[in-house]
Structure formats: structure tokens, C-alpha cells
């Protein structure tokens, strides 16, 4: 099993930056992906930006390319979002997502952190 644990959420106002961080724990696994999606209140939870090591690709959703950056640490047990000109329209809970394989298993599993709270004020 996997944990994932977030910080970095708070409040902001219009026009600045936050950063979170995301680090993963639970034993031996190996990382496919990391990355983060969000979800405002009486939306539905979309995608944010995502790394994977497959392609060693970074991904990000169009509302946010350019003033998202995704970051990863060399042990692929953390990932950090740089946040910067951020909006009201940011305002959301932000989840970290990762899917891993565990090799003793042969199996590909998903996991999601508990959310932590962006709030972007007018």
C-alpha cells in the first residue's frame, strides 16, 4: 500500500504563487506516474498536471499550462506543483494522484492523497 501526503495548500490572493508538495511512502513499489488533479465545489474533479515515467513526459491541463510547473525529486517518492499567477478560477481542492506497479504482485494500482485546499482570492 501506498500513502500520499500533500501540503502546501493555503490562501492566496489573485496573482500569486503557491507550491505543493506531494510525497509518496509504503514499501517497495515502482512510480508509472505522479501528478495532481483538483475540484471545485459542485464540479467535477479534473485533471491537473501529471509526470510519467514511461515517456518521462510532464503533461499539463490547457487552463494552466504555462503557469503550472510539475517538478520531481530523484527517488520518485515526491513531486512538487509550482503554482504562479494563479486565479480565482484556481480555487479548488487539489488531490495528488499516482498510479504504481508493486512488483511482487505484478500489479499496476492507483492511489489518491487526502486533498489539500487552494484558495485564490479576488
Known amino acids: 500500500q501506498v500513502q500520499l501526503v500533500e501540503s502546501g495548500g493555503g490562501l492566496v490572493q489573485a496573482g500569486g504563487s503557491l507550491r505543493l508538495s506531494c510525497s509518496a511512502s509504503g514499501g517497495a513499489f515502482e512510480t508509472r506516474d505522479m501528478g495532481w488533479y483538483r475540484q471545485a465545489p459542485g464540479k467535477e474533479r479534473e485533471f491537473v498536471a501529471t509526470f510519467s515515467w514511461s515517456d518521462r513526459s510532464t503533461n499539463y491541463a490547457g487552463s494552466v499550462n504555462g503557469r503550472f510547473s510539475l517538478s520531481r525529486d530523484n527517488a520518485k517518492n515526491t513531486v512538487k506543483l509550482q503554482m504562479n499567477s494563479l486565479k480565482p478560477e484556481d480555487t479548488a481542492i487539489y488531490y495528488c494522484?499516482?498510479?504504481?506497479?508493486?512488483?511482487?504482485?505484478?500489479?499496476?494500482?492507483?492511489?489518491w492523497g487526502q486533498g489539500t485546499q487552494v484558495t485564490v482570492s479576488s
Open positions: 494522484h499516482t498510479e504504481v506497479r508493486h512488483p511482487l504482485i505484478d500489479t499496476n494500482r492507483e492511489y
